[in-house]
């Protein structure tokens, strides 16, 4: 595990219907191409981003989601 | 092609042509807006300045159009604003749309109060002209149109200065050169000095017209506008009726052809419909780079404005920021040269306006990336943010058509005093620059005409008791209700409460302003001691 010191980004989960949530983000993919997924990507992490408000949480994301054990690139 | 009738300026033979020479203190390369913007400072002080150029005549092209509050204030202690502000275009407010739709709309000055307004649009040949007349009246400033520098030889003490004529050349001994010669400064090039930093490879077009139709006041701003359906276009008006459209025409766009007067007029034909009349005043296809010396005092030499760094035009910060710079060497270099602080003092001028000219540079490379979208996913979220703008308020925040320039904060100076007073909840701190506010009972009295060419003492005491000594050569500005006058101080009326409201006041509260209008000390209670230390610090006499 690379998983730096956790700080601000909740690890644990935080959905109810965590099933319900999963399909829903990738049910509204359903039919997009690949320029309109990343489009509709782009205004949901800005939707989601401001919602979230906090700086220190969306910094810790990024690097999460970054991190080359999980995909990111070198 | 245009309507401003360009004047050649005299050239004069110079005495050192005929065997006459004296060491000269200041000796300025440039007369574009640092240069002559140096002079007047200079002068103002009492010190006699050689301004150098190698043209006779002022800027070709519009270009710098955006005269911005700091810039004014500043032209407006050599009695030049006024007439900036009576000719250009005032405006505060702008409009950003995508596609035909306004999604955005800002006000750069939603509070009144102030001596000029947030931005002033004048062709950057007007503003050269008018510091010209002023600088051309000035006894003490020696404009030398025509005059070439072709070799700089810095010495310990003083740089011997190479200048080609229509006569011939001839050396000038200088105590300090300053280089205000632009982007592609000759004396930068002498000295073979690098100037690292970023190329961009977006092309623009600027088309500047007359324009007979009404035309707005305010700036606008268009993401894929129906007239130009692939790319941003930016509308600006200028003095005599004279519109700015800025075309985003991207990387591959053929310059030659596109500056063609009938590609030209084809562009503005979809923009403005089939009944507009308009005359061409200025074409330019241009691309942009944002680089930064290391250093912009070279042992005798110091660079300033675009000579020292450069940024995109996005935000109004090459102009405006070439005005603070000088207006931050004015001062230390009046000082040094009559020996009342150490040369070092002009180090902090390298400090201070090397972070401005990051966070210009930081606030402009964001504009640009956000107006030319350098990869895939970049594109994406811009477009993404301009498609949620309308009817999410927060996403507005995030469309950068150009953050406009405001006076840049110089956090961490080792001339500033840092704060001891943890309850404050305004006001300018140490490193950022004073706010006006009006100081008088009618409508036009306000604290940028109270602040002299020395350091400022404000204080909020409303008793003789509460008032610090006031070190030598320092002015004292009391905030106080009227009819209560004391020996040494000026007493401000502060008749609406917003000078108050802009520095954080309460009873005591005392502010110490630098000559250039930045904050470099201040305090929750009046102390003659802290104030003295405090100015010691600021003038590296301490």
Redesign the interface.
Known sequence: MTDAISGALRRSLSLARPDDIYNAIVDAHRDLDDEQCRAFDARLILLLANHVGDEAVIREALVAARDPSRGGAE | MSSYEYRRYPYRRPAELDGRSERRPVVIVGAGIAGPTLALALAARGLPVVLLDDDDSVSFGSRSICQARHSLETWDRFGVARRMVEKGITWEQGEVYLGDKPIYHFNLAPEPGHKFPAFVNLQQYYVEEYLYDRCLSEPLIECRFRNKVVGVRPGLQSVEVEVETPDGSYTLDAEWLVACDGVRSAVRHLLELPFPGEVFHDQFLIADIRFTSELPKERRFWFYPPFHPTNSVLLHRQADNVLRVDFQLGRDADPEEEKKPENVDRRLRQMFGPTASWEHEWTSVYTFTCRMMERFVQGRVIFAGDAAHVVSPFGARGGNAAVADVDNLAWKLARVLAGQSPPPLLDSYCNERRAAARENILNSTRSTDFITPKF??SR??R???L??ARD?P??RA?VNSGRLSVPTAQLGSPLDTPETDADWTGGPGPGRAMVDAPVGNGGDDFLVDRLGLGFTVLCFAERAGDLPALPAGVAGLMVAPPGAPLPGWTVLCDRDGLLRQRYDARPGTTYLIRPDRYVAARWRTPDGAALASALRRATATG
Do not use: S
Request: proline share 8%; aromatic share 24%; net charge negative.
């Open positions: 895939p996913a994406a979220f477009d993404a943010a498609a949620l999410f927060f996403a995030l």
